[in-house]
């Protein structure tokens, strides 16, 4: 499966972009998957699992789970990883509309439905500056160290044993890589994409 690319508005939309839900339970499912990209920014969870979140467009808006308690909600957002900083990926999301026009909408996640909901260990910048390396194959097998850019066989070069994506030429480049290379925010989330989105 071919990387994905988080500036298609279409298949990654922002909260204003997502459909609402319906009413209707009988509405046909998407023809396509979309994806929900947020990074969370609160935990807010008081009687039921809440979180705030920011979309790629700084729209605030909260993310709820239906169906737990505090205590069932509180073990489930840990499991998942689902904790202030990282990015919230919600498979077919739908906006609920408010009740009150002076009020944002929020997405709601129905109890059965908590396995569409992954998290990235990374701010929402972050998954995306990755998102378009992998698409533009920053990480693909090209021969070169990617922290100094030293040619030699694929095979030779060391493989990040995080991600298994990038390679060094040395423990020396991959230290650098690592810390000054920028390495260290990165490797997580290509290891979470890939994840995803089967690579």
């Not at 909260?62 to 073990?75: H, K, S, T, W």
Request: hydrophobic share 30%; proline share 8%; aromatic share 8%.
């Amino acid at each position: 499966m071919p990387p994905p690319e988080f500036s298609n508005v279409a298949l990654f939309p922002g909260f204003n972009d997502i459909p609402e839900s319906s009413t209707s339970p009988s509405s046909p499912p998407p023809d396509n998957d979309i994806y929900f990209l947020a990074q969370i920014k609160d935990d807010m969870t008081i009687t039921k699992p809440t979180l705030v979140l920011h979309d790629r467009h700084s729209s605030p808006f909260a993310l709820v789970f239906d169906g737990y308690d505090r205590e069932d909600g509180i073990r489930l957002l840990k499991s998942k990883g689902l904790k202030k900083g990282a990015t919230a990926v919600v498979k077919n999301a739908r906006r609920v509309p408010p009740k009150d026009e002076s009020k944002r909408g929020f997405v709601r996640v129905e109890k059965g439905k908590e396995g569409d909901v992954v998290a990235i260990p990374g701010p929402l910048d972050t998954v995306l500056k990755v998102g378009g390396k992998l698409l533009r194959g920053d990480y693909q097998d090209n021969g070169r160290c990617v922290n100094c850019g030293s040619e030699g066989k694929w095979e030779s070069l060391s493989k990040c044993t995080g991600c298994g994506m990038v390679r060094y030429c040395s423990k020396e480049c991959q230290g650098r890589g690592w810390n000054e290379g920028g390495h260290k925010a990165e490797c997580k989330v290509i290891k979470a994409i890939n994840g995803i989105w089967g690579r």
